[in-house]
């Protein structure tokens, strides 16, 4: 238990001001002498003991009735560990240009609004904390350190399983832990937005695993640097949020995981920088199975790694020319509209004159082969009324698809794309029969046939004789009447017989695949 007596001078002074609310302020008014790098070197006149805090805040000088008791302290040096896990704890902390010798333990602590703005701290633990109000950590350094006797962090700032239920402030802060993690804030529900712009930097991974940001996760002009050893800046996989925004700036040196991640509002990269892994061995950006209404990927410049978007589902979807790497994983992803940025500007895709042979370029950045990707696209296209297009789509899968078959059903695949288009050109099939139909009209028009019975049948007709020929089911009762005995023309009559099959072949085939897939 302290006594007062034993107290020093900026001690009692803090002390007569907890139960008013007053603030506590030892800074000297000197840029050079109040700069929280150097408070390591600060001296006794500034200097209050973590103990000292701690008994404040849990009631040891008592609370006078209709005021509002709170600890408010500024430049001072605060010596030894400030310990309030498991604390309840009923008055705001307001801490400002502070420098901590030793981290801060507030796990399991159930408190009002804590703010360590512009300080240093060596660890701040505050996983399963409940803080009712906000965390601000506003301009402050936070680095991997000691929080107590028997606790050495391997993150810089742990709200692991923390409930805020106002906002989380970390613009302008700086967290620094690049053997581990910047930020280990796995299960933090948030009612309130987390906040991290302003300048923020984060030497380290960021983890949000499985996090319930009801408010949103902003970090607009963030810098995630030097990621841990798995390469990850940021992982939020299995998250549920409002928005999220990777905008302004935003830069990522290491891969942003959104595995799982649910969004119901708003997703943003716009002019944001994904650098990937430092080595270049890694992803860029990964979104499997992520849900989002609004997905905005107008990045600065391409992604340096690749961009996994497997069985993503969004509604509204806005890229631009920077928006892909070599390597886009396309396979179950699914979207409702496509909308490109053009010189600032966003505008329908297929407004674009060129817009099928982008996206058939984008498509191809997806390694292997997989119809859904074209399913989709062609989807798409039919929904905006350009059936055209849409069959440009699926004529391109087949063809994509033709790449990975056997010898032999890729001949026949050639034979289906020359005749009719797979089915999706289906004029094609009258170019062939107009341009055999007129061969055969002038070859054997030049000839003279022989009647199977002499003085008997219709008068010869060349081209009657080449249609039928070339239609294999009925007749028209000249090829009954009429062959030829040797020579070239004979065999152009079988060969157009052997056409004609093969063309109606062709054709029954393509239209029952498209007529399926209809």
């Known amino acids: 238990m302290l006594s007062y007596d034993e107290l020093t001078r900026p001690e009692r002074e803090l002390w007569d001001a907890f139960p008013e609310g007053r603030r506590v302020d030892l800074r000297t008014g000197s840029p050079e002498d109040d700069r929280v790098a150097d408070g390591g070197r600060w001296g006794p006149e500034r200097t209050v003991r973590a103990a000292v805090i701690a008994a404040l805040l849990l009631d040891a000088n008592a609370v006078q009735p209709g005021v509002v008791a709170s600890l408010t302290l500024a430049g001072a040096r605060i010596s030894g560990p400030l310990n309030l896990a498991g604390a309840q704890i009923s008055h705001p902390l307001w801490l400002e240009d502070c420098w901590f010798e030793e981290g801060v333990n507030l796990f399991g602590a159930e408190t009002r609004t804590v703010a360590i703005t512009g300080s240093h701290v060596p660890g701040l633990e505050a996983g399963s904390t409940r803080i009712e109000g906000r965390l601000d950590l506003l301009r402050s350094t936070v680095e991997t350190?000691?929080?107590?006797?028997?606790?050495?962090?391997?993150?810089?700032?742990?709200?692991?399983?923390?409930?805020?239920?106002?906002?989380?402030?970390?613009?302008?802060?700086?967290?620094?832990?690049?053997?581990?993690?910047?930020?280990?804030?796995?299960?933090?529900?948030?009612?309130?937005?987390?906040?991290?712009?302003?300048?923020?930097?984060?030497?380290?991974?960021?983890?949000?695993?499985?996090?319930?940001?009801?408010?949103?996760?902003?970090?607009?002009?963030?810098?995630?640097?030097?990621?841990?050893?798995?390469?990850?800046?940021?992982?939020?996989?299995?998250?549920?949020?409002?928005?999220?925004?990777?905008?302004?700036?935003?830069?990522?040196?290491?891969?942003?995981?959104?595995?799982?991640?649910?969004?119901?509002?708003?997703?943003?990269?716009?002019?944001?920088?994904?650098?990937?892994?430092?080595?270049?061995?890694?992803?860029?950006?990964?979104?499997?199975?992520?849900?989002?209404?609004?997905?905005?990927?107008?990045?600065?410049?391409?992604?340096?790694?690749?961009?996994?978007?497997?069985?993503?589902?969004?509604?509204?979807?806005?890229?631009n020319e920077h928006s892909w790497p070599d390597v886009v994983e396309l396979d179950g992803f699914v979207y409702g509209s496509i909308r490109v940025a053009v010189a600032g500007e966003r505008r329908e895709a297929v407004g674009r004159p060129d817009s099928v042979a982008h996206r058939m370029r984008w498509i191809r950045r997806s390694p292997g082969y997989s119809p859904q990707p074209y399913e989709q696209l062609a989807s798409w296209y039919r929904t905006a009324g350009h059936d055209d297009d849409a069959r440009r789509v699926l004529l391109a899968k087949q063809r994509h698809r033709r790449r990975t078959l056997q010898p032999t059903a890729r001949v026949w695949g050639r034979l289906l794309d020359a005749t009719v288009g797979y089915g999706y050109r289906p004029w094609l099939a009258g170019v062939w029969l107009l341009l055999l139909t007129l061969l055969g009209t002038l070859a054997f028009g030049a000839g003279r046939p022989t009647a199977v019975k002499a003085g008997e049948g219709p008068r010869f007709q060349p081209l009657v004789y080449t249609l039928d020929l070339l239609i294999p089911i009925g007749g028209l009762g000249q090829r009954a009447a009429w062959y030829w005995s040797h020579g070239p023309l004979e065999w152009l009559s079988y060969l157009l017989i052997a056409f004609g099959w093969v063309l109606t072949t062709a054709v029954i085939a393509g239209v029952s695949r498209t007529l399926q897939k209809s």
Request: hydrophobic share 40%; with cysteine; aromatic share 6%.
């Open 145 to 319: 350190g000691t929080v107590s006797a028997f606790h050495r962090e391997i993150s810089a700032l742990s709200l692991t399983h923390a409930h805020v239920t106002g906002g989380v402030i970390l613009n302008g802060a700086t967290l620094s832990a690049p053997e581990g993690w910047a930020l280990s804030a796995g299960g933090l529900v948030t009612d309130g937005g987390v906040f991290c712009g302003g300048g923020f930097v984060a030497h380290g991974e960021v983890r949000l695993l499985g996090a319930q940001l009801l408010g949103g996760l902003f970090m607009r002009g963030a810098q995630l640097e030097r990621p841990g050893p798995r390469g990850v800046a940021l992982a939020l996989d299995n998250a549920v949020t409002s928005t999220l925004e990777f905008s302004r700036g935003f830069t990522a040196n290491g891969t942003v995981r959104l595995r799982g991640t649910r969004v119901s509002d708003h997703l943003s990269f716009e002019d944001a920088v994904l650098n990937g892994p430092p080595d270049g061995d890694g992803p860029a950006l990964v979104c499997m199975l992520m849900q989002a209404v609004d997905f905005d990927l107008t990045l600065a410049r391409p992604p340096s790694g690749t961009v996994d978007l497997r069985g993503a589902q969004v509604s509204y979807l806005h890229d």
